[in-house]
T-cell receptor, first 114, second 117 residues
Framework: LAKTTQPISMDSYEGQEVNITCSHN???????ITWYQQFPSQGPRFIIQ???TKVTNEVASLFIPADRKSSTLSLPRVSLSDTAVYYC???????????????FGRGTQLTVWP | DTGVSQDPRHKITKRGQNVTFRCDPI?????LYWYRQTLGQGPEFLTY????????KSRLLSDRFSAERPKGSFSTLEIQRTEQGDSAMYLC???????????????FGPGTRLTVL
């Protein structure tokens, strides 16, 4: 399974755009890239998932270059409530695969200041 | 709320005691996962069920750990003869296979925090 590398921590201020980049040099053809968010004393929460190019939903965008060896989670206009740990994961996307387990690293602690 | 629920939320026990945790997944989800998370680390995979079948177990799951999902709905995780190193947050997640073949989106419960004295 592909290993991911992301910054341990980042700081931002309210209203700014935050970009968190994740490296996954050994990503496999069947792997999808998924980001989760975790608040203290809660389970992780799915944010966004993609395979290539750009994916956007109501809370974030995910940019994936053509070589797929990295990805960037973009959070527009963060607020204090976006302070959390953000995890980048890669996983096998084959239907029926039993490899659906997720491997989390240490994640990126994002702190948003007023 | 029809999300994943876990019970209890907190458990304090003495070393050597047995503990059992329960997870109720989202009702239509056929896949269920257990993870363990220690302070400052991301969740670590323990085991995975598809319906009632336990299809995968991590090497982290020692002989003192056992998980069941007898009717393919709720699941239990039991730890026998607890040790202080078992102190952690135990997370349960569930998912449903997507038709598009994407990696499953897993929905996590709030976790059970275990403290072994």
């Amino acid at each position: 399974l592909a290993k991911t590398t992301q910054p341990i921590s980042m700081d931002s201020y309210e209203g700014q755009e935050v970009n968190i980049t994740c490296s996954h040099n050994n990503i496999a053809t069947n792997d999808y890239i998924t980001w989760y968010q975790q608040f203290p004393s809660q389970g992780p929460r799915f944010i966004i998932q993609g395979y290539k190019t750009k994916v956007t939903n109501e809370v974030a965008s995910l940019f994936i270059p053509a070589d797929r060896k990295s990805s960037t989670l973009s959070l527009p206009r963060v607020s204090l409530s976006d302070t959390a740990v953000y995890y980048c994961l890669v996983g096998d996307g084959r239907r029926g695969s039993t490899l659906g387990r997720l491997y989390f690293g240490r994640g990126t602690q994002l702190t948003v200041w007023p | 709320d029809t999300g994943v629920s876990q019970d209890p939320r907190h458990k304090i026990t003495k070393r050597g005691q047995n503990v059992t945790f329960r997870c109720d997944p989202i009702s239509e989800h056929n896949r269920l996962y257990w993870y363990r998370q220690t302070l400052g680390q991301g969740p670590e995979f323990l085991t995975y069920f598809q319906n009632e079948a336990q299809l995968e177990k991590s090497r982290l799951l020692s002989d003192r750990f056992s998980a069941e999902r007898p009717k393919g709905s709720f699941s239990t995780l039991e730890i026998q003869r607890t040790e202080q190193g078992d102190s952690a947050m135990y997370l349960c997640a569930s998912s449903s296979e997507l038709n598009r073949g994407f990696t499953d989106t897993q929905y996590f419960g709030p976790g059970t925090r275990l403290t072994v004295l």
